[in-house]
């Protein structure tokens, strides 16, 4: 599993920017605003969801104030009914709890089970997300992320919410 450090490691090699702050473990967008973290704005929120026979998973980061409509996800998608995925999935696929929620997870889903949905929102600059651990937020440019997410063999889209 990648940990903490196995995440900052890889940004490092790749030699891509990264700007790091470290917080009180947050387990939710309120407590992430409440924490001071700067760049509020590009926080992302991650879902992770599956749809309604478990046969498809999505991590899906959208900007932090939006609400994500499952209904509507579906058909932009092309998928089944979805829901959130639950504690043990998210665990068992992508090697995260609660709260720790993060596109670094997919790098632990080793047999490609989840795909990986940007908000537009985000494809033009940084983002902010967790490096597989809740206690620190790590803003790297959102193209970065994606071609990480490439070299891992994740399947990954951006759509507009």
């Known amino acids: 599993m990648k940990s903490r450090d196995d995440v900052l490691s890889l940004l490092r090699e790749k ?4 700007e790091s702050v470290h917080h009180a473990a947050v387990f939710s967008i309120p407590e992430m605003e409440e924490s001071g973290v700067p760049h509020g ?3 992302a929120k991650n879902l992770f969801l599956r749809d309604d026979k478990k046969r498809c998973y999505y991590l899906v980061s ?3 104030d939006r609400h994500v409509d499952l ?17 043990d999935d998210l665990h068992s696929i992508l ?3 609660r709260g ?10 080793t ?9 537009s929102f985000f494809s033009d600059g940084i983002i902010g997300i967790h490096p597989n651990d809740n206690t620190e937020t790590v803003f790297i440019p959102a193209s970065e992320l994606l071609s990480i997410m490439k070299e891992n063999g994740t399947e990954s889209s951006v759509i507009d919410f």
């Open 15 to 18: 030699g891509i920017a990264y």
């Open 41 to 43: 704005e590009r926080i």
């Open 62 to 64: 959208v900007r932090n």
């Open 71 to 87: 209904k509507a996800l579906r058909h932009i998608i092309g998928s089944r009914p979805l829901s959130f995925a639950s504690e």
């Open 95 to 97: 090697g995260l709890g």
């Open 100 to 109: 720790e929620v993060t596109p670094f997870g997919l790098l632990n889903d």
């Open 111 to 119: 047999e490609h089970r989840a795909a990986y949905i940007l908000d």
